[in-house]
């Protein structure tokens, strides 16, 4: 299957290329977009022009977008209503950007490629690294950082997972890449530990891609 990646740095790039084949059961021929991002808000920025090239200009069949939630509002079930939108939750901003964009294109004709890209968008809470600890660090869940934001008392910092992934807060590239797909490749065979402890922002990517699979081929 043919998919683009965009996230906020190469490091999470590569990490999320081994979940969505964990998810999707099967390598995925990765596709450059035109464009880069570094960082939110050049995510939702670039998401737009990105879109159009992909739809216009190449044969990807799927777009992953994962970001980091940092203090924005956690997306929950209750964002899953119909015609909800939470200005403060990245996710659903992110969904609103891929909408507005798709309406203003037409239906790709091209053999073999879906009418438009699909659509697939996640959310690190509060931070990808959150989804790397999972199931080695206990305390570390989407449940754990809600409750802090209620309370006014975080249970951990974004600073203080990078150090607990990669040993320091600022990690070299290379260095970064190397820890983030050792802790993924963990949950290459199983990631419902992930879809558990990170229901929001891991469980919408793990539902947008299960819903692009193709239905089996009719018996000739």
């Known amino acids: 299957m043919k998919v683009a990646l965009l996230s906020e740095s190469p490091a999470d790039e590569a990490a999320v290329k081994v979940l969505v084949e964990a ?112 199931g080695r660090d206990d305390t570390v869940s989407e449940a754990a950082w809600l409750a802090g934001q209620e309370s006014g008392r975080p249970p951990y910092t974004r600073k203080e997972l990078k150090a607990r992934v990669y040993g320091t807060e600022r990690p070299t590239l290379p260095h970064e890449i190397e820890c983030a797909l050792r802790e993924v490749r963990r949950h290459r065979r199983d990631t419902r530990r992930l879809e558990a402890d990170f229901p929001g922002g891991f469980g919408s990517l793990v539902r947008d891609l299960r819903a692009w699979r193709r239905p089996p081929a009719a018996p000739a």
């Open 23 to 134: 998810v999707l059961g099967e390598p995925i021929q990765q596709v450059h977009p035109a464009l880069r991002a570094r960082g939110w808000p050049n995510v939702a920025q670039v998401l737009p022009a990105i879109i159009r090239h992909l739809h216009f200009n190449t044969a990807a069949e799927g777009l992953v977008v994962v970001v980091d939630s940092d203090d924005s509002t956690v997306h929950t079930e209750a964002h899953e209503a119909p015609d909800y939108f939470h200005p403060q939750c990245r996710l659903c901003q992110l969904r609103a950007v891929y909408r507005q964009t798709m309406k203003k294109l037409p239906a790709r004709k091209a053999a073999g490629v879906p009418a438009k890209v699909l659509r697939c968008v996640g959310v690190a809470v509060p931070a990808v690294e959150a989804w790397y600890l999972c």
